[in-house]
């Protein structure tokens, strides 16, 4: 497998413009994970699902913010209206997760898309 | 209080010694641990995972987990210049063990 896609890599945009982020997880895992990195606050988790099902969306900032996962092999993450506040490395992870598994189920993450909002 | 609690450093460590990078976690339900590696520019990997009390080895990298103390170390023996990164702390909590949490990750730089 390819391992997590996420495409672009870099982003430029103008304030006010509307910003996708789209990710493809590794075939047959069952969680998909959407963080932001910055300097000040980390790599925070933003939004997760199972089986395309947003299960926690109590990190996405705003309003502003929404994902989507139509099918087990895509996502997106989309920012409308963007500002510069949202400049930030976006990372897509998935993992597989069988229920009650004690044992390393490690998410494994795409390359991130660089995001900067001018 | 923050879930996950990691000092940002930068922590400076000669070639050769000993690196040791802490993470503390607020949750008494956490069954296990993840460490993950990040280099500039990169994506996080997972070079650790740690489930039980005591210590797990893995060649020149030894995890340490105190569940008691609510604490969990990294040790990098004989570091390396190649060493150089953000490390992150993850607790695995069995009431929310589906998703994953980072501590804001501590960077190490290794002078030769």
């Known amino acids: 497998d390819a391992g997590v896609i996420q495409s672009p890599r870099h982003e430029v945009t103008e304030m006010g413009q509307e910003v996708t982020l789209r990710c493809k997880p590794i075939?047959?895992?069952?969680?998909l994970f959407w963080y932001r990195q910055t300097m000040m606050r980390g790599l925070e988790l933003l939004i997760y699902?199972?089986?395309?099902?947003?299960?926690?969306d109590s990190g996405m900032p705003e309003d502003r913010f929404s994902a989507k996962m139509p099918n087990a092999s895509f996502s997106t993450l989309k920012i409308q209206p963007s500002e510069p506040r949202d400049s930030a490395v976006y990372f897509c992870?998935?993992?597989?997760?069988?229920?009650?598994?004690?044992?390393?189920?490690?998410?494994?993450f795409g390359q991130g898309t660089r995001l900067t909002v001018v | 209080q923050k879930e996950v609690e990691q000092n940002s450093g930068p922590l400076s460590v000669p070639e050769g010694a000993i690196a040791s990078l802490n993470c503390t976690y607020s949750?008494?339900?956490?069954?296990?641990f993840f460490w993950y590696r990040q280099y500039s520019g990169k994506s996080p990997e997972l070079i650790m995972f740690?489930?039980?009390?005591g210590d797990k080895e893995d060649g020149r990298f030894t995890a340490q987990l105190n569940k008691a103390s609510q604490y969990v170390s990294l040790l990098i023996r004989d570091s390396q210049p190649s060493d150089s990164a953000t490390y992150l702390c993850?607790?695995?909590?069995?009431?929310?063990?589906?998703?994953?949490?980072f501590g804001s990750g501590t960077r190490l730089s290794i002078r030769p």
């Open positions: 993850a607790p695995k909590s069995y009431s929310s063990a589906s998703k994953i949490i």
């Open positions: 949750d008494r339900g956490s069954q296990s």
């Open positions: 992870a998935s993992r597989h997760y069988p229920w009650g598994q004690t044992g390393n189920t490690e998410a494994f």
């Open positions: 075939s047959g895992h069952d969680y």
């Open positions: 699902f199972n089986n395309n099902v947003p299960i926690d």
């Open positions: 740690i489930y039980s009390n």
